[in-house]
Nanobody, 124 residues
Framework: QVQLVESGGGLVQTGGSLRLSCAASGRTGDNYHMGWFRQAPGKEREFVAAISYSGGTTSYADSVKGRFTISRDNAKSTVYLQMNSLKPEDTAVYYC?????????????????WGKGTLVTVSP
């Protein structure tokens, strides 16, 4: 089992920045890839960014490419999501996920573990 706890959400104005963190515990010695998803009210959960276990490969949704950066520190069992140039449409609950099969990175139904989420609100 892997437990994931997100932090760093909050209220920010358009154009501002936030950094989300996701701390993993439990079987963190396994080679899990990590991802961030988000879910706005009334919408389906959507892929935001993913990073391979080694950190050598990343992937981003087109909507955040160039604005968000995913990174990880395996020594700290922590994954980060740096969010810059935030827009009101980025408002959502952001979830951290851990998974085994890299090619599943954009499919929320194939994630193995989830955190409880952290709310990001971007005001106009």
């Amino acid at each position: 089992q892997v437990q994931l706890v997100e932090s760093g959400g909050g209220l920010v104005q358009t154009g501002g920045s936030l950094r989300l963190s996701c701390a993993a515990s439990g079987r963190t010695g396994d080679n899990y890839h990590m991802g961030w998803f988000r879910q706005a009210p009334g919408k389906e959960r959507e892929f935001v960014a993913a990073i391979s276990y080694s950190g050598g490969t990343t992937s981003y949704a087109d909507s955040v490419k160039g604005r968000f950066t995913i990174s990880r520190d395996n020594a700290k069992s922590t994954v980060y999501l740096q969010m810059n140039s935030l827009k009101p449409e980025d408002t959502a609950v952001y979830y951290c996920a851990a998974y085994i099969v890299w090619t599943a990175y954009s499919d929320y139904r194939r994630m193995n573990y989830w955190g409880k989420g952290t709310l990001v609100t971007v005001s106009p």
